[in-house]
């Protein structure tokens, strides 16, 4: 059993806060905080590349643990790439020096900050081919595009899956996964994204302001990561029997014939590793359209013009 091993941290690093609910994106500010404590079976992480999700100020686990007590100041971020830098007592799997990605826990301190503490299981290591901004932008879109597509909706070759949002985060790795699987994939989004989203494998693309979501025929299978008037207009076009899964929100009404799924997306070791080694073989490919420095994380939570897919936060 590992004692617990690396360097013993004194001081402060720099991380981004959230303080104040009501005040949104207004209220993040960059700061010097605490070094993270590394917990039984945790691993200090430090920090290269940090993934965030614009909606996560809203998320409850940014502003209370998990007995429902105020948290703040919280640090977001959940997405982490990065090196192995401490480990807890009794960690076990990972050592001082690897390079990992994962997920860090939705009710602890995030990873917009140059150090976080995560537990081992929710690490994989990181083969040396995935640059660590690549990586960053896969474990929340890569693990819930997974999920949805293979666990939730059970997709199957040749039936057919309408991925909404198929050039974001979720939904440009969602193309690629179903389109590997044998599937034939409808992407759906902003007329600015069909040239990526049919480079990424998508049979065909729906103009979701311009074209009618029937045109390019009944789904099997839709992967909703927009919700409301979209979630709606989506079960018109589910063949009978179906599966819609949907990650914003838990579903407003239900099929009439078909299977509506809500979930939060959950941390697999293995299914990170193997992520990781698709990413690697050039395979999977995360949309990552803009790449900043931990100074501009603030502002990447709010950008003044579109970013296309994902946005990766470059903190060393
Ligand atoms: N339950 C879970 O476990 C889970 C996991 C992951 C994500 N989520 C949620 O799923 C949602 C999507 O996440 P993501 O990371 O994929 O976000 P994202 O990267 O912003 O992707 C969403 C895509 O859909 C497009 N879009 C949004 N509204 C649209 C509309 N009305 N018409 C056409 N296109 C539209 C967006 O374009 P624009 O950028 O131009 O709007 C973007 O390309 C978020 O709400 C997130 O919180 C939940």
């Not at 081992?120 to 640059?131: E, G, Q, T, Y």
């Not at 999920?147 to 939730?152: G, K, N, P, R, S």
């Amino acid at each position: 059993m590992n004692g617990g091993t690396g360097r013993a941290y004194k001081g402060g690093m720099r991380a981004i806060v959230a303080t104040d609910q009501s005040a949104g994106v207004q209220g993040l500010r960059l700061t010097e905080i605490d070094h993270p404590h590394a917990a039984e079976n945790d691993v200090v992480v430090e920090v290269h590349a940090a993934g965030f999700t614009r909606g996560e100020l809203t998320w409850p686990g940014t502003w209370t643990d998990r007995a429902g007590r105020d948290r703040t100041p919280s640090v977001p971020g959940h997405e982490v790439a990065g090196v192995v830098a401490e480990l807890g007592y009794g960690t076990s799997g990972l050592t001082v020096g690897q390079r990992v990605y994962g997920l860090a826990d939705w009710t602890r301190n995030g990873t917009l900050a140059e150090y976080v503490a995560v537990e081992a299981r929710n690490l994989a290591p990181l083969p040396i081919s995935v640059d660590f901004t690549t990586a960053a932008a896969v474990p929340i879109s890569g693990l819930t595009a997974w999920e949805a597509l293979f666990d939730h909706a059970r997709l199957q070759v040749g039936q057919t899956v309408l991925v909404h949002g198929a050039g974001g985060g979720v939904g440009a790795l969602a193309v690629q996964l179903a389109h590997h699987a044998g599937a034939r994939v409808i992407g759906t989004g902003r007329a600015a994204d069909r040239d990526t989203v049919l480079d990424l494998g998508a049979d065909a693309f729906v103009d979701l302001q311009n074209d009618q979501l029937g045109d390019a025929g009944p789904a099997d299978v839709v992967l909703d990561v927009i919700g409301g008037d979209t979630y709606r207009r989506s079960l018109d076009v589910l063949r009978p029997g179906g599966c819609i899964v949907t990650v914003p929100e838990p579903p407003p009404v239900r099929p009439e014939n078909g299977r509506a799924i809500f979930f939060v997306v959950e941390v697999d070791r293995g299914r990170l590793a193997e992520l990781a080694s698709r990413v690697g073989a050039g395979t999977l490919n995360p949309v990552i359209g803009a790449v900043r420095p931990l100074d501009e994380a603030i502002d990447a939570f709010a950008p003044a013009v579109r970013v296309k897919g994902r946005t990766i936060i470059k903190v060393r």
